[in-house]
């Protein structure tokens, strides 16, 4: 499949593919004519303008909450948790855009670029009644209707490295950047059961008590998350056991193991003065603090190694297998928390670098730590070339609709998304929210700050009897979802797919944010609790209802369900 590297200036020395140890570039043969890309070296930075055709969609940039096709828009990739409008700001932002003409195209940096999404330029401006006298007149307002501009502005550069790829649907183009970063993630049967977090304030007694209401309770809970109390600094982290409340968190652990559980911490990578891993870890730090914590330059082999090394003795080799990595992503709207653009790290990145370095520097060093054990992971962000890291992205922001269109757009990014349970309005709420976070890659509830240990307590009695059913519907889509996973590590196609990415020539497709492939071939329509109602789209293909086994016809339909639309393609 044909992927192509064009270098324009002088690319910068800290971009994403230098710390991506599986970084594999073939190159081949696209139809893209490099002549067209017009650069040029601003005070502001690096500019990069070329023509696209006018009826080209635009898709990607990473976990894009609040918008899914980017045409005409302006985004700029700034890591920033808890995104209010479709500006670009996201946790997770990846400058990879794929469009509807089956073509991606990727810039391998680390600067909060700016992309200006398909606009006319003047020159390029048929103007109202323009009269062609000759004919190159003619062609020129001919190109007005044809042709838009992508513009691109990456900050403080003299020059990129910018990868094309081509092929026939949407699917392969991604398929070939998740190939660029060495395939996706292998991750563990285990990890794709429920990952239930608890309480944030806690003690290894009501853990036990938890652990054994969901035995007996037979619900399919595969891991137990613990929340910031485990430790005795959280915001920054000591990564040193509560004793107080986890008197005998080692027995605890190897407990919880016998009767099947994982177990996963919660954490950040911000380093508390009072952690035993600070004063070895201050010279690798940048020059900022957070929560009065060292921000390690974790692409520093030797930052790493500190840090690996404490969590394998104390923590990994006791047991735990998962994390929760929090709050590597800041955030510029609520309260401005993170460090500064102007930040120093000692590898040579700036703070604007980190900021987006950080996810993927930080997820490595947990794999480090792990030291080859499987695992699924969370993690608040992530960057380019992400898709070989066992981590699943999640968020603090709480609209269910934003988190469905994070689903359908995660697959365009080569990066997971989970649409967690947390609190809910009510048990409506509770249930359409159960139902989309079963059917994504990783099945989540974080009770952290809920007021009942969980969830479907606060509600009715046979609440709990039919999330149980739910969880076992989860149960049966292991196998599939496990296949979807080896698949994406062998050939990069990505677990979850907008219906654009495998019907890219079915324009009906282009605005569906709201349905997704899931493994290979289920589609998903999930209903929030404002609707028992919804429209739901079945690109053409032979379908059955993936709970009834009827057949269903392609093209649009009006269903209304407490259940969650799924239809499967035969
Ligand atoms: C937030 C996170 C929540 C919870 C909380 C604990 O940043 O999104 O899920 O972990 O921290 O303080």
Redesign the pocket.
Known sequence: MPTKKLTFGTPETVVPSRYCPTFHYVEGKVSFDASTVITEKTARGFMLDFPLDADEQIYGFGLQLKAFNHKGKKLVLRVNADPIKDTGDTHAPVPFFVTSHKRGFFFDTARAAEFYCGYPRINQRAGDGDSADTTDALYATRAAVDTTWMNILIPGAAGVDMYVFEGDTLTEVVAQYNMLAGGGCEVPDWGLGLLF?TH?DITEKDVLEMANHFVEHKMPVATLGL??GWQTK?YSCSYNINRGNFPHFEDMVKQLREMGFHVNL?EQCFVHPSSPIYDEMKPYAGDFTVWDGLVPDYTNPDARKIFADWHRKTLIEKGVDGF?A??CDGSDYTGSWSFPYTAKFPGGADGEQMHALLGAMYGRTVLQALDGRPTLSEI?SMGALAAPLPFVL???LYDHTDFIRGVVNSGFSGILWTPEV?STASEKDLMRRMQTTVFSVHALV?A??CAEVCPWFIYSKQCEDKVRDLLHVRESLIPRLSAAFSRYHKTGVPPTRALVMDWTDDPETYAIDDEYMFCDNLLVAPLTAASDTRRVYLPAGKWVNFFTREPVQAGWHEVTTEDIPVYELQ
């Open positions: 977090r944030h929340e910031p959280h919660w929760k929090d709050e608040r999640y968020s603090d947390r974080n952290w700050n």
